[in-house]
């Protein structure tokens, strides 16, 4: 069974332009969780789909945003970059509904720089 | 509001050595707690996840104990191997509703031979 992929695993921006990042989940995985993980903040809650709903918001402003498409791929958008948006985005899925049974299976991630 | 907080930041230790990795979280009501491993630059691979209503779990050399009175948690690691030199981090569940996580900021072991 194919992992979770994201696409694309290396992205060079500048300041004020936007970006898109992909996510595949695993077959049969309804629940993708997006992460941003800095040195300085660690692993950082964006957003959470499930069924094309977003179900649970981190605590990011609005340039940040997500969706999920009816095959359960994810998307998620960050407009007029800035340098601190410079990180490496992660994407999970799991086959669980609630928190209490699942665990979630993670890509690569996705590096951004931002000059 | 959860909050997860790991100590030590960094471990360096002799192969062959047992460690222990804590954990500890503010709100004890909790659904679950899971342990995951980050090789640099990659993304995370589940440990172990241990459920609200059990005490510890196992997995080969690895051994994850939960209290949720205390809020604490710890990953017990035996007869390490330069192989578990990677990032370990803590994870609870933002809420019920979802299956979004809160993480600690991980510990980063470093096993020599």
């Known amino acids: 069974k194919a992992g979770v992929t994201q696409t694309p695993r290396y992205l060079i921006k500048t300041r004020g332009q936007q970006v898109t990042l992909s996510c595949s989940p695993i077959?049969?995985?309804?629940?993708v969780s997006w992460y941003q993980q800095t040195p300085g903040q660690g692993l950082q809650f964006l957003f959470e789909y499930f069924s094309e709903t977003q179900r649970n918001k981190g605590n990011f402003p609005g340039r940040f945003s997500g969706r999920q498409f009816s095959n359960s791929r994810s998307e998620m958008n960050v407009s007029t970059l800035e340098l601190g948006d410079s990180a490496l985005y992660l994407c999970?899925?799991?086959?669980?509904?609630?928190?209490?049974?699942?665990?979630?299976?993670f890509g690569p991630g996705t590096r951004l720089t931002v000059l | 509001k959860q909050e997860v907080t790991q100590i030590p930041a960094a471990l360096s230790v002799p192969e062959g050595e047992n460690l222990v990795l804590n954990c500890s979280f503010t709100d004890s009501a909790i659904y679950n707690l899971q342990w995951f491993r980050q090789d640099p630059g990659k993304g995370l691979t589940s440990l172990l996840l241990i459920q609200s209503s059990q005490r510890e779990q196992t997995s080969g050399r690895l051994n994850a104990s939960l209290d949720k009175s205390s809020g604490r948690s710890t990953l017990y690691i035996a007869a390490s191997q330069p192989g578990d030199s990677a990032t370990y981090l803590c994870a609870l569940p933002l809420n019920q509703a979802g299956t979004a996580l809160i993480f600690g900021k991980g510990t980063t072991l470093s096993v020599s031979s």
């Open positions: 077959s049969g995985h309804r629940s």
């Open positions: 999970a899925s799991s086959l669980a509904v609630i928190a209490s049974t699942d665990t979630q299976y």
